[in-house]
């Protein structure tokens, strides 16, 4: 059955006979573990842990664009690695965004629109699953980059005696770049929804047309 024409991504590709135990599967569990490390580390609520929470959260992106390639570059893609690799994604930025507006750094609009789409576009994917796979388009993955970045600037807290002129660029730029990544959240969702429908709807035609 013809599947969604987009550019092909982890999600996508057909696990292989490979070991569960592989580099990329080590490095998703690496993203999984980070989590809690990286709540323990907001709930501190001090310039310390701030910026080691801004480090954890960094690193552990970071893992989820080389996880991907070494699975496909290596064949290491497996079963387990499809399901706990997104999953891992949500949690790790999931968690700085709750963190994030829990310690009032963050619009609470902001964490509940990321969060909302990540779940309603997972729920869209299981909802043509059996016709189709929508996979991650371009637009999706710069989202994700610069949900990474904008996160990442948001943690960072920088010391009292850092110059007021280079606090102001810094949270021009960070506000800067969660707009955009909030733009992009909202443009991919739309994109997304767009694609379920039709693919169901190419799918409901051929039906009727097998049944005439």
């Known amino acids: ?10 999600a996508a590709d057909l696990a292989s006979s490979t070991s569960v135990l592989n580099l990329a599967n080590a490095l998703t569990a690496l993203r999984v573990l980070a989590v809690p490390l990286l709540g323990y580390l907001l709930l501190q609520d001090t310039q310390e842990s701030r910026n080691w929470a801004a480090l954890v959260f960094l690193l552990a992106s970071v893992t989820d ?23 891992a994604d949500k949690f ?19 964490t509940i629109l990321i969060i909302a789409r990540e779940i309603g576009v997972t729920l869209l994917r299981f909802w043509v699953i059996e016709h189709g796979v929508i996979t991650a388009s371009r637009g999706g993955k710069t989202k994700t980059l610069f ?22 660029i810094w949270d021009i730029a960070k506000i800067t770049m969660m707009s955009l990544a909030v733009l ?29």
């Open 1 to 10: 059955m013809r599947e969604h024409q987009l550019p092909p991504d982890h």
């Open 65 to 87: 664009f080389i996880d991907g390639y070494v699975a496909r570059r290596y064949g290491l893609i497996t079963t387990v690695g499809k399901i706990a690799d997104p999953i």
């Open 92 to 110: 790790l930025t999931g968690v700085a965004l709750i963190g994030l507006s829990y310690l009032g750094a963050l619009p609470w609009w902001v």
């Open 147 to 168: 949900q990474m970045i904008a996160i990442s600037m948001f943690l960072v807290v920088w010391p009292i005696s850092t110059a007021e002129s280079f606090l102001l």
């Open 184 to 212: 992009l959240t909202l443009t991919t969702a739309i994109a997304y929804v767009r694609k379920a429908v039709q693919l169901r709807k190419e799918i409901d035609a051929r039906f009727e047309s097998a049944t005439q």
